[in-house]
């Protein structure tokens, strides 16, 4: 996914040379493997990372700041629950600074992220029923199958591509699943 999401965002920001990954260093290993990806599919594209730990709130100005200095083209946004809680700030800060921002979920999106790419949460929700629903009917989940996400959502906030001066390539609007004007 990591990878997929660098490859929408070079897309859309053909010349761009250096990428920010914004992260919140837990312990959780699902983040840190996350950023991992990305600068493996950087490598792949041509792409420099810069990465940027967050562990407070009070560290975005600056961490925002660093970002800038370092010329990053666009912004790569790791969601973890921290990063989650604070997205609307942070979504923000990368409009403030012109930084096209890629995000995870279309929650995201909707809070002001340039773009989302990721599993279908309304499909997962539903998917989360149906098993509901088989062990209330008394199947054992142990007898139940494990499923990776099978659909798959991106969406395209217009109203920031246009606060950040930025057209949206017309192949890449038209793949979008949702277009947030």
């Given at each position: 996914?990591?990878?997929?999401?660098?490859?929408?965002?070079?897309?859309?920001?053909?010349?761009?040379?250096?990428?920010?990954?914004?992260?919140?260093?837990?312990?959780?290993v699902?983040?840190?493997?996350?950023?991992?990806?990305t600068?493996?599919?950087?490598?792949?594209?041509?792409?420099?990372?810069?990465?940027?730990?967050?562990?407070?709130?009070?560290?975005?100005?600056?961490?925002?700041?660093?970002?800038?200095?370092?010329?990053?083209?666009?912004?790569?946004?790791?969601q973890?629950?921290?990063?989650?809680?604070?997205?609307?700030?942070?979504?923000?800060?990368?409009?403030?600074h012109?930084?096209?921002?890629?995000?995870e979920?279309?929650a995201?999106?909707?809070?002001?992220?340039?773009?989302?790419y990721?599993?279908d949460?309304?499909?997962?929700?539903?998917?989360?029923?149906?098993?509901?629903?088989?062990?209330?009917k008394g199947?054992?989940?142990?007898?139940?199958?494990?499923?990776?996400?099978?659909?798959?959502?991106?969406?395209?906030?217009?109203?920031?591509?246009?606060?950040?001066?930025?057209?949206?390539?017309?192949?890449?609007?038209?793949?979008a699943?949702?277009?947030?004007?």
């Open positions: 996914m990591s990878g997929k999401r660098l490859e929408l965002l070079k897309e859309v920001i053909p010349k761009a040379s250096t990428v920010a990954v914004v992260w919140y260093p837990s312990k959780g699902t983040d840190y493997a996350e950023v991992k990806e600068e493996t599919a950087a490598g792949q594209l041509g792409v420099k990372v810069y990465v940027v730990a967050v562990r407070d709130p009070s560290e975005f100005q600056s961490a925002y700041a660093e970002i800038t200095k370092q010329h990053a083209n666009a912004v790569v946004i790791i973890g629950a921290f990063t989650l809680t604070y997205r609307t700030q942070l979504v923000e800060l990368a409009a403030k012109r930084l096209p921002s890629m995000c979920q279309s995201w999106t909707n809070d002001g992220c340039l773009m989302s990721g599993r949460q309304l499909s997962q929700w539903r998917r989360a029923a149906y098993f509901v629903d088989r062990i209330l199947t054992k989940p142990a007898d139940l199958p494990v499923e990776q996400p099978m659909k798959f959502e991106m969406v395209i906030n217009l109203k920031t591509a246009k606060q950040i001066g930025l057209t949206i390539p017309p192949n890449v609007l038209v793949r699943d949702r277009v947030i004007r």
